[in-house]
């Protein structure tokens, strides 16, 4: 066991009530083309023998906690709460403390419940951490006797609150670099990224909630490439090559986030089959039908399995293979170096066409 990090404290030792939401089983990794063992040069897929941990999701009741709105995790005492933080390094714990001159007080008539973390702008971390957040707030206070603490919502987050059914719900706006002291708060470990590499039946209840009213558009585009052309992160060097390759093939190249969430969903709702690469864009597989097939491309400076999990978590087709990017050891930002073998691409899809879904 890990020695717990200095200027913290556990939530055993503060939580005023501690219940589990639900108890996510492991489940081992399946592929596309298995058992049929149909795909080539499967040791590209670096997730092959990976499986999902198992997790206990809980919901804690704590009294008299500081929210850091900037980092956000939560203090007691004046030490940080350690199932709060959120990829923090610990020298950024160590430091945290309560600041008097930027603590606001809140009123102690009702239970406050922060569902955001500290990147909360980033589409697939409102994804997997918010969403489920409010979806098991709205199951546990059906009554909307809570208030959510949230940022300054952005159009489509606004648009994610409305379609889970949490409009009405009454929140706080909370701002950058304030503090806020909360009589009674309520936690729950969604925010804090427990359940990322989970399989969560709460998660997918909270992603078809939204799916449920959205109209598939048309025309469907079977066939979907995410472009990263508009982001820096991770870039593909050669990926306009990429595209005309793909475009040939009948593939729709998009970049989610020029689209709105409706028009996201509807659009991962109609497809068969997607193409892409680590990204946020990729949170929209949570909106595909069962059945569909997930091709990821897998840079080998960031090799993440965050999106199997997500796949399996939704009954898809997926399969990852892994690319040399040129970038020397390992990091979530660095644009490729090297070219993708985008024969190679091709082929691996020429070999999944036959488990792509038909449908009308």
């Known amino acids: 066991m890990s020695e717990p990090l200095p200027n913290t404290v556990s939530m055993v030792d503060v939580a005023e009530e501690i219940a589990t939401i639900e108890t996510c089983l492991s489940v081992p990794s399946r592929f596309a083309g298995d058992p ?20 206990s999701l809980r919901v804690y009741r704590l009294r008299d906690v500081v929210l850091d709105r900037s980092l956000m995790v939560l203090l007691k005492d004046g030490r940080v709460i350690a199932e709060t933080n959120y990829l923090h390094p610990e020298t950024v714990i160590a430091t945290a403390q309560i600041h008097p001159g930027r603590l606001v007080r809140l009123d102690s008539g009702y239970t406050v419940a922060p569902c955001f973390d500290h990147w909360h702008t980033n589409y697939y971390h409102w ?18 006797d809570i208030r959510l603490a949230l940022p300054a919502l952005h159009s489509w987050q606004r648009k994610s609150l409305e379609l889970l059914g949490a409009s009405n719900l009454p929140s706080i706006v909370t701002e950058p670099g304030a503090q806020y002291l909360i009589p009674v708060a309520e936690y729950y470990d969604f925010v804090a990224g427990r359940a990322d590499f989970a399989v969560s039946p709460l998660s997918q209840a909270a992603y078809a909630r939204m799916n449920a009213d959205v109209r598939t558009a048309a025309p469907r585009h079977w066939r979907i490439y995410i472009d990263r ?8 060097l050669n990926e306009p090559a990429l595209l005309t390759r793909l475009r040939q093939r009948g593939f729709h190249a998009v970049r989610p986030e020029q689209l709105g969430l409706e028009e ?20 929209n597989i949570a909106f595909c039908q069962t059945g569909s097939v997930l091709y990821e491309l897998v840079p080998d400076h960031h090799a993440n399995s ?36 985008i024969d190679h691409v091709i082929a691996r899809i020429d070999e999944l066409e036959p488990l792509i879904p038909r449908r009308t």
């Open 229 to 236: 052309g508009g982001q820096t992160n991770r870039r593909l």
């Open 127 to 144: 994804m997997a951490h918010t969403v489920p957040t409010v979806h098991a707030i709205l199951r546990r206070h059906p009554a909307g």
């Open 306 to 341: 965050c999106f199997l999990a997500l796949a399996l978590q939704g009954s898809l087709e997926y399969w990852a293979d892994v690319f040399p990017t040129g970038v020397a050891g390992g990091d979530h930002t660095s644009a490729w170096t090297a070219n993708i073998d």
């Open 36 to 55: 049929g063992g149909i795909l080539r040069n499967r040791g590209m897929n670096p997730f092959l023998g990976w499986q999902t941990p198992p997790a």
């Open 264 to 283: 996201q969903i509807a659009l991962f709702k109609g497809a068969a089959l997607v193409v892409g690469q680590l990204g946020a864009g990729l949170a």
